[in-house]
């Protein structure tokens, strides 16, 4: 059984920081592209940023310059490091997997809970 576990969420004035953390569990032997999605209130789920298994990254620009986004392979982690957070970053942020090998063979397109964070004025 595989699990995408996400933490660090919060409440955060403008301007401060917030970083996500994302681990891959149970019968894991590797985990390919990773990334974060989230969805505002009333809103569709959309991309926010990825990054492959050798470093490879991609972000959508309202995030860039301010979101980093890295991953520790040896740990089956993905992290986000979110700067100058803005109201409009509000939302529930999930964790993706595109592809996860385990010990019985491969998952696609896998998704973790959901982590809130919530950027006041």
């Known amino acids: 059984q595989v699990h995408l576990v996400e933490s660090g969420g919060g409440l955060v004035q403008v301007g401060g920081s917030l970083r996500l953390s994302c681990a891959a569990s149970g019968n894991v032997l590797a985990v390919n592209d990773m990334g974060w999605y989230r969805q505002a209130p009333g809103k569709l789920r959309e991309f926010v940023a990825s990054i492959s298994r050798s470093g490879t990254t991609n972000a959508v620009d309202s995030v860039k310059g301010r979101f980093t986004i890295s991953r520790d392979n040896a740990k089956n982690t993905v992290y986000l490091q979110m700067n100058s957070l803005k109201p409009e970053d509000t939302g529930v942020y999930y964790c993706?997997?595109?592809?996860?090998?385990?010990?019985?063979?491969?998952?696609?397109?896998?998704w973790g809970q959901g982590t809130q964070v919530t950027v006041s004025s």
């Open positions: 993706n997997a595109g592809q996860i090998l385990t010990t019985v063979g491969l998952v696609r397109d896998f």
